[in-house]
């Protein structure tokens, strides 16, 4: 089984500044790992994910994110924020082996809060 | 390009009553999951299909069911509603073998229970 867990369930943060949104994972496998972003009212849109090669991901609207395999960590990053960048930022993860379980785990999930 | 359908958007139902909610995945995409987003929770596996066959279990009520159909679309039926499954249930979907890593997330359909 897995288990994700956002360290932070808010960060409120000025524009123009950097943030760090927190995650770790537990898992008994090998797993791939997924950043998805969620507005207001609005499905899950995925941001980066990190399957295997480079531990550095570079995703959508300037976001990267890091997979440190002996922290089991997966931070995600950006350098400049815009207030459109505020929303819900999960991380998932799914195991990496054959067979039928695909399912993603989700953490609870971290508000971004992006202030002028 | 085209992406994840659902519908209804949004639903409204009494306790008791019974809910369909469907899906139809991205052309090609033979694999549908589903998830439960309760308020202010992350989302919550509840089922999956691959190839109109059961490909995984997550922590769906009893009173729940689903099934995909051979045009791969799939609905989860849901009965005696209750307060607690007022929530957003998204449906995702994916190609497999080759693109299994990639789940596309519809725009959920949120059911509310009163």
């Known amino acids: 089984a897995q288990s994700v867990t956002q360290l932070d369930s808010q960060v409120p943060v000025f524009e123009e500044a950097p943030v760090e949104l927190r995650c770790n994972y537990s898992?008994?496998?090998?797993?791939?790992l997924f950043w998805y972003v969620q507005y207001p009212n609005q499905g899950l849109q995925l941001l980066l994910k990190?399957?295997?090669?480079?531990?550095l991901v570079k995703g959508i609207n300037g976001f990267e994110a890091e997979f440190n395999k002996s922290q089991t960590s997966f931070h995600l990053r950006k350098p400049s924020v815009h207030i459109s960048d505020t929303a819900e930022y999960f991380c998932?993860?799914?195991?990496?082996?054959?067979?039928?379980?695909?399912?993603?785990?989700f953490g609870k999930g971290t508000l971004l809060t992006v202030n002028p | 390009a085209a992406g994840v359908i659902q519908s209804p958007r949004h639903l409204i139902k009494e306790k008791r009553e019974t809910a369909t909610l469907k899906c139809y995945p991205i052309?090609?995409?033979?694999?549908v999951y589903w998830y439960q987003q309760g308020p202010g929770q992350d989302p919550q596996f509840l089922i999956s299909?691959?190839?109109?066959?059961?490909?995984d279990k997550g922590s769906i009520p009893d009173r729940f069911s689903a099934q995909q159909f051979s045009d791969y679309h799939s609905e989860l039926n849901m009965s005696s509603l209750e307060l607690g499954d007022s929530a957003l249930y998204f449906c995702?979907?994916?190609?497999?073998?080759?693109?299994?890593?990639?789940?596309?997330f519809g725009p959920g359909t949120r059911l509310t229970v009163t």
């Open positions: 995702a979907s994916s190609l497999r073998p080759a693109g299994a890593w990639e789940q596309y």
């Open positions: 898992s008994s496998v090998s797993v791939y």
């Open positions: 990190y399957l295997s090669g480079s531990t």
């Open positions: 998932a993860v799914r195991p990496n082996s054959g067979g039928s379980n695909y399912k993603l785990t």
């Open positions: 052309p090609r995409h033979d694999t």
């Open positions: 299909f691959y190839e109109k066959m059961q490909s």
